[in-house]
C-alpha cells in the first residue's frame, strides 16, 4: 500500500460523507501529520413528507432526505471526526446544490438530454464551492473519497528578469483500482482546483481500504454503496414527473409507423428498452423528436450503434488543447469500455467531432464523452449529437 507523503505544516479539509472511503481518506491524511478539519455538506432534497427513524445502529429510513447527507451519515461523520480527534463542521449547501445541480439536472431533461448530475456536483460544488470555503478559511487542501489520483510534470518557463521559473502542471490520473477508478466524473476540474485537491484512497483498491478502515476501528465498514442519483428518492421517472411539466406525444418507429403514446419526451432516454410500446417488441428508443413531440422507437438494436459524435463544453485538464495523438482512448459513459477513437476540432468553434474504430451504442445527448491517455484523464466534452 501507498503512504501518504507526511506534511505536518498543511492544512487540509476533508469533505466527510460518513461514508468508508472519505472516512479513510481524513484518516490517512491525520497519520500522515496534516492538519486535518472534516466538513460535512448538506444537499438539497425534496420536502420531508415524515420524520425519520434513526437508532443507535446509525440506520436511518432515508424519506426525504438527500441520500449523501441523511441524518445517518451526519452521525457517522461526527462519530469518525470524533475517533480522529479532528474538528468537524458542516456546510449548508442546500441553495447552491439546488440550482446548480438539480435545476441543471431538470433544465437538460426537459431539453431532451439525459445529464450526469455527478459531473457538475464535483464542479460546481465538491471542488467549487467547498473549494472557495476552503480556501477562504486558510487550508491549503481539500480532500475527498474519490478514487482517482493526481500527477506532476515540472515545466520550465522564462520570466522577465531572465530567470527560469518552474511550475507544475497538475495531471488528473485513474485510480490504481480499475474497478472503482472515478476520473470520468472528474474531467471538468481545472489546473488551480488540481492544485489544491488530495485524492487519498486513490492509490488503493476498495480491499485495501476496507481493511484500513478496520485498522482505524472506523464504524464504516457496514455501510452499503449507492449507485443512485442522491436527490431522487424513488426513480428518476417519478422525479421528473412531479419536477417537470410533460406533454404527452405519440411514439413512432423508425418507419413513422405510430404504435402508441408517450408520457412525455424527457421520461425516455437513447437506447431505453422498458415500457416502450405495448405488444410487437422489444422496440428501443432510437431519437427524441422535440419538434414534433415525437419518441421515436426501432425494433433493429443495430441502428443504436453510432461511429461519430459532436461534442460541446470541452474542458482541458492541462488548461489547452493538448497535443492530441491519432487515437486515444474514450468513455461515452461511467461503466462503459474505453474505445479508440479520434478527435478532431471544426475550423474557428468550441465544437469538436469524435470518430469511433468501433461504433457505439446509444451514444445519448447530454452524457460526457471523456480522454483518457494511458493513465491520464486529458479532458472531456459534453455529448451534442450523433453522426453516422
Known sequence: MKKIKTNNKKRVIVAMSGGIDSSVAAALLKRAGFNVSGIFMKFW???????????????????????????????????????????FYVLDARKEFKKKVVDYFLSEHKKGRTPNPCIICNKEIKFGLLLKKALSLNADYIATGHYARIGTTNNKKLITNNKKLITNNYKLLRARDKNKDQSYFLWQLSQNQLKHILFPVGSYTKTEVRKLAKKFKLPVNDIPESQEICFVQTNVYDFLKNHLKLKPGKITTDKREIIGEHAGLPLYTIGQRKGIGKSGGPYYVLAKNQKENLLVVTKNEKKLLKKELTLEKANWISGTPPKIPKEIKV??????????????????????????????????????AVFFVNEEVIGGGIIRGTGN
Open 45 to 87: 432534497s425534496e420536502p420531508h413528507s415524515g420524520s425519520a427513524l434513526v437508532n443507535a445502529e446509525f440506520k436511518t429510513d432515508l424519506q426525504g432526505y438527500n441520500r449523501c447527507c441523511s441524518p445517518d451519515a451526519e452521525r457517522r461523520a461526527r462519530k469518525v471526526a470524533e475517533i480522529l480527534n479532528i474538528p
Open 331 to 368: 468513455k461515452i459513459r461511467y461503466r462503459s469500455r474505453l474505445s479508440s477513437g479520434a478527435i478532431e476540432r471544426r475550423s474557428r468553434s468550441k465544437i469538436y467531432s469524435l470518430k469511433f474504430k468501433t461504433p457505439q451504442r446509444a451514444i445519448t445527448p447530454g452524457q460526457s
